[in-house]
């Protein structure tokens, strides 16, 4: 039997209000004041944000509009001395799974699995050197690679870009996904990004791993040949600056 | 004297019988512990389930049913089913099968057995715990409400009758009693509900149902009031040191009208003690303890301790937006990269730029020279002459000093005076004119692989 009463009541202006109503209401007054700094401490930062953001995408524009003109530049240069100028090897590599799970070697399967190559059509940037190019040879009857250019990196990355947050994959639809995960190092925003893979930079390694392997669409117009080499009419392999042209059809 | 001080009061109501005797106001009486002891339905659902097996009587088939035949099979080869047939002839009895459960007239499947096991066992404790929930689930009167008494007129719950009431002889007295005290409803509702049971059971002893009503208990052994009371229909008697939970809890369910008497109800103290105190009628018995002893959660919930650790209430939960396309979707693309519409605005300018220069370019090449031609129609055949003299001279002498041209001063061997602009014009077209074909010649360069070869003749050293 309940013969302990409920709450205290306290008088107010003649009702009755009990006193955990009243505590409840100064707590939740305190909260909304809290909520309410914070907010606005965040917007404060946001805005700020907000103009660093743009200078650094007018400044990557800067940078990749000279980088064509040089390129040219010194092109016409050597011309004009009658030499040559060779093109700097590419950095960067963009690889596409272009063949199914069955029947696969179980060595090549591991392969594609530390590539991040699950699925077929899937899609991965990677950089380039001795130990990706030696993994890229075992694989090459899967895989079609080349060498993406900044529109291909850029359309890839608005359109299809995913991010891995918490081992989650969520959709980069505000720089402040992006800062969440790469802040630390210097990336805040989708165009940070898309510099640091481009210009294959210091914090390549993490900005790659943050993006989800890409889920791109079977290629319109279809392939030519799944299971020839590109040399030889086919699709797979090294198709080095014809990987942008799959990418415009398969985006 | 401190406990019963701590311990709320029951008031004790008074009859028309004992106003002479005592002559005080209402008395009252300490709730005894018993009435606040933990209430658990499972205990008492169980406890009741069991208990209620023990007063049955076995029934069986007889042991020999179905056997009293010397039937055999007739095996196979006869065309009929091999289940054992009656032997012998003449009946029709002969041949049929016997024994099986599926023959008729043979046994049972399973025939039921005396030595099936009747009567369960219940722990000491368990049964004790019961019927204590049962006594405080009594003084709850929700709990008796739900049960279905009627004791809307009963003055207080816990019902404690004085002592009077243990001395009614006479039925009519005590339903009078029932009266005073507000018990007549619940009663009344019992001696209502009395019909024939539906089923079989009415044909197996078992004709009629009813309502139970209240529990009158009381605390002298021969009481008077157990006579007076029986024939009342609905009511039941228990003394205090014999409570039956079949009687407190009636189909397991909690809540049963009990009306006490002052005696019984301070017996109740000392037959199952108090929390710290062990009982004195059963060894070593002490009331149960409750899981929670504070079981009002929204009281806990809303206490300080609590509520001051407590984060703030989430109520809106951020649903992932749906993706849209930033290369399709200006507004989006501008969250991501707010640098993008200046991009695209200097994007769309310079390509307006271009195409207009090249446009540009493409019209000088084309063009016509109209305006001298025009002019040069409207003149006079003499003057035509001299005008197309002057054009001609021009233009042999702009490789060389293109200053002494623009002295409009340049006299013709002619008495015709040229006008400023016409001499202006000339001029003009015949700069026009030639920077035209210097480009017109660079652009044949160009075209052509001349430059080539010009480089490839200085790797080899060899001269043109």
Same mark, same amino acid.
């Given at each position: 039997?309940?013969? %302990?009463?409920?709450?205290?009541?306290?008088?107010?202006?003649?009702?009755i209000? @009990?006193?955990?109503?009243? *505590?409840?209401?100064?707590?939740?007054?305190?909260?909304?004041?809290? *909520?309410?700094q914070?907010?606005?401490?965040?917007k404060?930062?946001?805005?700020?944000?907000?103009?660093?953001?743009?200078?650094?995408? *007018?400044?990557?524009?800067k940078?990749?509009?000279a980088?064509e003109?040089?390129?040219?530049?010194?092109?016409?240069?050597?011309?004009?001395?009658?030499?040559f100028?060779?093109?700097?090897?590419?950095?960067?590599? %963009?690889?596409?799974?272009i063949?199914?799970?069955?029947?696969?070697? @179980?060595t090549?399967?591991?392969?594609l699995?530390?590539?991040?190559?699950?699925?077929? %059509?899937?899609?991965?940037?990677?950089?380039?050197?001795?130990?990706?190019?030696?993994?890229?040879?075992?694989?090459?009857?899967y895989v079609? %690679?080349?060498? @993406?250019?900044? *529109?291909?990196?850029?359309?890839?990355?608005?359109?299809?870009g995913?991010?891995?947050v918490?081992?989650?994959?969520?959709?980069?639809?505000?720089?402040?996904?992006?800062?969440?995960?790469?802040?630390?190092?210097?990336?805040?925003?989708?165009?940070?990004?898309?510099?640091?893979?481009?210009?294959v930079? @210091?914090?390549?390694k993490?900005?790659?791993?943050?993006l989800?392997?890409?889920?791109?669409?079977?290629?319109?117009?279809?392939?030519?040949?799944?299971?020839?080499?590109?040399?030889?009419?086919?699709?797979?392999g090294?198709?080095?600056?014809?990987i942008?042209?799959l990418?415009?059809?398969?985006? | 004297?401190?406990a019963?001080a701590a311990?709320? !009061?029951?008031t004790?109501?008074?009859l028309?019988?004992?106003?002479?005797?005592?002559?005080?106001?209402?008395?009252?009486?300490?709730?005894?512990?018993?009435?606040?002891?933990?209430?658990?339905?499972?205990?008492?659902?169980?406890?009741?389930?069991?208990?209620?097996?023990?007063?049955r009587q076995?029934? +069986?088939?007889?042991n020999?049913?179905?056997?009293?035949?010397?039937?055999?099979?007739?095996?196979?080869g006869?065309?009929?089913?091999?289940?054992?047939r009656?032997?012998?002839?003449?009946t &029709?009895?002969?041949?049929?099968?016997?024994?099986?459960?599926?023959?008729?007239?043979?046994?049972?499947?399973?025939?039921?057995?005396i030595?099936?096991?009747?009567?369960?066992?219940?722990?000491?404790?368990?049964?004790?715990?019961?019927?204590?929930?049962?006594?405080?689930?009594?003084?709850?009167?929700s709990?008796?409400?739900?049960?279905?008494?009627?004791i809307?007129?009963?003055?207080?719950?816990?019902?404690?009758v004085s002592?009077?009431?243990?001395?009614?002889?006479?039925?009519?007295? +005590?339903?009078?009693?029932?009266?005073?005290?507000?018990? &007549?409803?619940?009663?009344?509702?019992?001696?209502?509900?009395?019909?024939?049971? +539906?089923?079989?059971?009415k =044909?197996?002893?078992?004709?009629?149902?009813?309502?139970?009503?209240?529990?009158?208990?009381?605390?002298?052994?021969?009481?008077? !009031?157990?006579?007076?009371?029986?024939?009342?229909?609905?009511?039941?008697?228990?003394h205090?040191?014999?409570?039956?939970?079949?009687?407190?809890?009636?189909?397991?369910? /909690?809540?049963?009208?009990?009306?006490?008497?002052?005696?019984a109800?301070?017996? /109740?103290?000392?037959?199952?003690?108090t929390?710290d105190?062990?009982?004195?009628?059963?060894?070593?018995?002490?009331?149960?303890? +409750?899981?929670?002893i504070?079981?009002?959660l929204?009281?806990?919930?809303?206490?300080d301790?609590?509520?001051?650790?407590?984060?703030?209430?989430?109520?809106?939960?951020?649903?992932?937006?749906?993706?849209?396309?930033?290369?399709?979707?200006?507004?989006?693309? /501008?969250?991501?990269n707010?640098?993008?519409?200046?991009a695209?605005?200097?994007?769309?300018?310079a390509?307006?730029?271009?195409?207009k =220069?090249?446009?540009?370019?493409?019209?000088?090449?084309?063009?016509?020279i109209?305006?001298i031609i025009?002019?040069?129609?409207?003149?006079?055949m003499?003057?035509?002459?001299?005008?197309?003299?002057?054009?001609?001279?021009?233009?042999?002498?702009?490789?060389q000093?293109?200053?002494? /041209?623009?002295?409009?001063?340049?006299?013709?061997?002619?008495?015709?005076?040229?006008? &400023?602009?016409?001499i202006?014009?000339l001029?003009?077209?015949?700069?026009?004119?030639?920077?035209?074909?210097?480009?017109?010649?660079?652009?044949?360069?160009?075209?052509?692989?001349?430059?080539?070869?010009?480089?490839?003749?200085?790797?080899?050293?060899?001269?043109?």
């Open positions: 039997m309940c013969y %302990f009463g409920v709450g205290r009541m306290a008088e107010k202006g003649g009702q209000v @009990p006193e955990s109503v009243l *505590k409840k209401q100064k707590r939740a007054e305190e909260w909304a004041l809290v *909520k309410k914070e907010a606005a401490a965040l404060e930062k946001k805005s700020a944000n907000r103009k660093l953001i743009y200078n650094r995408a *007018k400044d990557y524009a940078e990749y509009a980088q003109r040089e390129l040219i530049q010194l092109k016409r240069e050597a011309r004009l001395k009658g030499g100028y060779v093109n700097p090897e590419a950095k960067l590599l %963009f690889i596409i799974r063949r199914g799970i069955n029947a696969m070697h @179980p090549t399967k591991k392969i699995q530390l590539l991040r190559l699950r699925q077929i %059509f899937n899609g991965v940037f990677l950089k380039v050197n001795k130990a990706t190019v030696n993994m890229l040879h075992r694989v090459e009857p079609t %690679f080349g060498y @993406p250019n900044l *529109k291909s990196v850029k359309e890839l990355i608005y359109k299809r995913f991010g891995k918490n081992k989650q994959r969520i959709a980069l639809t505000d720089n402040s996904i992006i800062e969440q995960t790469l802040g630390k190092h210097g990336i805040i925003c989708i165009e940070d990004l898309i510099h640091e893979i481009l210009t930079g @210091p914090h390549f993490e900005a790659n791993n943050f989800w392997p890409f889920q791109l669409s079977a290629p319109l117009g279809g392939l030519q040949r799944k299971r020839n080499h590109y040399v030889e009419g086919g699709d797979a090294n198709r080095e600056d014809y942008n042209e990418i415009r059809r398969m985006n | 004297m401190s019963a311990r709320p !009061l029951v004790v109501q008074s028309e019988s004992d106003m002479a005797t005592d002559g005080a106001a209402a008395n009252s009486v300490p709730l005894p512990d018993v009435m606040r002891a933990a209430i658990r339905p499972d205990i008492v659902t169980f406890v009741h389930g069991q208990i209620s097996k023990n007063a076995p029934y +069986a088939v007889s020999r049913a179905g056997h009293q035949t010397s039937a055999e099979s007739w095996g196979t006869r065309a009929v089913s091999r289940i054992p009656v032997a012998g002839g003449g &029709h009895r002969a041949g049929q099968g016997a024994f099986g459960n599926m023959c008729r007239g043979g046994r049972m499947f399973a025939p039921t057995k030595w099936r096991r009747w009567h369960r066992q219940v722990n000491v404790t368990q049964k004790r715990h019961a019927v204590v929930s049962a006594i405080a689930a009594s003084a709850v009167p709990l008796v409400l739900a049960r279905g008494h009627k809307e007129e009963v003055p207080e719950l816990p019902l404690v002592d009077a009431a243990e001395a009614v002889e006479k039925t009519s007295a +005590a339903l009078k009693v029932l009266k005073q005290i507000g018990a &007549h409803p619940d009663a009344e509702k019992a001696k209502d509900s009395q019909a024939i049971r +539906a089923g079989k059971g =044909a197996r002893n078992r004709r009629y149902v009813s309502r139970k009503g209240p529990l009158v208990v009381y605390g002298n052994e021969g009481a008077k !009031l157990v006579k007076a009371f029986r024939n009342i229909p609905g009511v039941e008697i228990a205090v040191s014999r409570l039956n939970l079949l009687k407190l809890a009636p189909g397991g369910h /909690l809540g049963r009208f009990v009306i006490w008497t002052k005696y109800f301070e017996k /109740l103290d000392s037959i199952y003690g929390f105190k062990v009982s004195e009628k059963k060894n070593g018995y002490v009331l149960p303890r +409750a899981k929670m504070n079981a009002d929204a009281r806990i919930i809303n206490s301790e609590v509520q001051s650790v407590v984060k703030p209430i989430k109520k809106e939960v951020k649903k992932a937006p749906l993706k849209k396309n930033p290369l399709k979707n200006l507004n989006v693309m /501008l969250k991501l707010p640098y993008a519409k200046a695209k605005r200097m994007a769309l300018l390509e307006a730029q271009r195409v =220069a090249k446009q540009d370019k493409l019209d000088k090449k084309r063009k016509p109209t305006k025009t002019y040069f129609c409207c003149l006079s003499h003057l035509r002459f001299w005008v197309y003299l002057y054009f001609i001279g021009s233009l042999l002498l702009v490789s000093s293109r200053a002494s /041209l623009m002295q409009p001063g340049w006299k013709l061997p002619c008495p015709v005076y040229l006008s &400023h602009s016409v202006c014009l001029q003009e077209e015949a700069s026009a004119i030639n920077s035209a074909s210097k480009s017109w010649y660079k652009t044949m360069i160009s075209d052509s692989d001349y430059t080539e070869f010009e480089n490839f003749t200085k790797w080899l050293g060899a001269s043109q």
